[in-house]
């Protein structure tokens, strides 16, 4: 995202002209876009720039440059010669990215240096001086970044599984005929969650129960439908909307939708994980069954 440009109070109005690019996911306070404005404040009033455009991607991960709006677009502008500034000002190493190839990440950093446009990293313990020792520091933050994400990656699906295993539920909507349920560490109920409604405390859990009664008693006349009845997909969607029963989200029921719950193993006590993989914002995979 591109704001206009922003002259930070204190900045020495001669000095040398500089962009800002923030960034933050949800993975650390530290890494507000707030903070991250303050500290790169800081660096330049000490080294004499004057912000005057900033570049923002919020709530976005660093793993690649898709869907990062404000990246793109500070590449864009420095590329096409529309950029107004001789120096990138970032937080860190992290917030450029946590590209999982660092070729990536000095890649995007080169684009600028050969626009003669230099990227500062304002916490980090080194000069991006093109030195031996600041490429060596340079080249393990970016290691450092990339592993970070592939080792926070690794304890979430280690937990997603255990969850599973337990069988509690790990996100999302609870499909038709059932519902959410909050529990405490030890299982007890606290209270059923609504639609958008999530957990607030680590402790807490999620399992599904039962949803109303007329809403099991579709779901059992769906599944006598098509094995008992030899009913199809589309003749099962027919009836359903013609005796004016609803889907629980207000729409027409559809072929998908029925095939959706004849497929779904939750109603058979089954709680399915990892059958398609997406680690890493990586191509997806099917697990083989």
Same mark, same amino acid.
């Given at each position: /995202? %591109?704001?206009?440009?922003?002259?930070?109070?204190?900045?020495?109005?001669?000095?040398?002209?500089?962009?800002? &690019?923030?960034?933050?996911?949800?993975?650390?306070?530290? &890494?507000? !876009?707030?903070? +991250?404005?303050?500290?790169?404040?800081? &660096?330049?009033? %000490?080294?004499?720039?004057?912000?005057?455009?900033?570049?923002?991607?919020?709530?976005?991960?660093?793993?690649?440059?898709?869907?990062?709006?404000?990246?793109?677009?500070?590449?864009?502008?420095?590329?096409?010669?529309?950029?107004?500034?001789?120096?990138?000002?970032?937080?860190?190493?992290?917030?450029?990215?946590?590209?999982?190839?660092?070729? =990536?990440?000095?890649?995007?950093?080169?684009?600028?240096?050969?626009?003669?446009?230099?990227?500062?990293?304002?916490?980090?313990?080194?000069?991006?001086?093109?030195?031996?020792?600041?490429?060596?520091?340079? @080249? /393990?933050?970016?290691?450092?970044?990339?592993? &970070?994400?592939?080792?926070?990656?690794?304890?979430?699906?280690?937990? +997603?599984?255990?969850?599973?295993?337990?069988?509690?539920? %790990?996100?999302?909507?609870?499909?038709?005929?059932?519902?959410?349920?909050?529990?405490?560490?030890?299982?007890?109920?606290?209270?059923?969650?609504?639609?958008?409604?999530?957990?607030?405390?680590?402790?807490?859990?999620?399992?599904?129960?039962?949803?109303?009664?007329?809403?099991?008693?579709?779901?059992?006349?769906?599944?006598?439908?098509?094995?008992?009845?030899?009913?199809?997909?589309? =003749?099962?969607?027919?009836?359903? @909307?013609?005796?004016? !029963?609803?889907?629980?989200?207000?729409?027409?029921?559809?072929?998908?939708?029925?095939?959706?719950?004849?497929? @779904?193993?939750?109603?058979?006590?089954?709680?399915?994980?990892?059958?398609?993989?997406?680690?890493?914002? +990586?191509?997806?995979?099917?697990?083989?069954?």
């Amino acid at each position: /995202m %591109r704001e206009q440009p922003l002259i930070v109070p204190g900045v020495i109005a001669n000095g040398q002209r500089a962009a800002q &690019y923030l960034r933050m996911s949800t993975d650390h306070q530290k &890494y507000s !876009i707030d903070n +991250q404005r303050t500290v790169i404040a800081d &660096y330049a009033v %000490r080294r004499g720039l004057t912000i005057v455009r900033t570049y923002t991607d919020a709530g976005r991960s660093g793993l690649r440059i898709i869907g990062r709006d404000g990246l793109q677009g500070l590449i864009d502008d420095v590329q096409s010669g529309r950029a107004d500034f001789e120096t990138i000002l970032v937080y860190d190493v992290s917030r450029w990215g946590r590209f999982q190839d660092v070729d =990536e990440s000095a890649y995007y950093e080169f684009i600028g240096k050969r626009a003669g446009v230099q990227v500062h990293y304002c916490t980090d313990e080194f000069e991006n001086d093109g030195s031996l020792t600041s490429t060596i520091l340079k @080249n /393990m933050k970016r290691v450092m970044a990339g592993d &970070y994400s592939r080792q926070l990656s690794r304890r979430m699906f280690v937990a +997603q599984c255990h969850m599973t295993e337990l069988g509690l539920w %790990r996100g999302g909507s609870a499909s038709y005929g059932l519902r959410r349920l909050l529990v405490d560490a030890n299982g007890r109920p606290i209270m059923e969650l609504e639609r958008g409604q999530r957990k607030t405390i680590s402790t807490e859990r999620v399992v599904l129960k039962p949803g109303p009664a007329d809403e099991i008693t579709t779901i059992k006349r769906i599944f006598r439908s098509f094995v008992l009845g030899g009913k199809s997909y589309t =003749e099962i969607a027919d009836a359903l @909307n013609n005796d004016k !029963i609803s889907n629980g989200l207000d729409r027409p029921w559809s072929t998908q939708t029925i095939i959706h719950i004849l497929s @779904n193993e939750v109603y058979i006590g089954n709680v399915v994980f990892n059958r398609t993989s997406f680690k890493l914002k +990586q191509k997806a995979r099917h697990q083989s069954t």
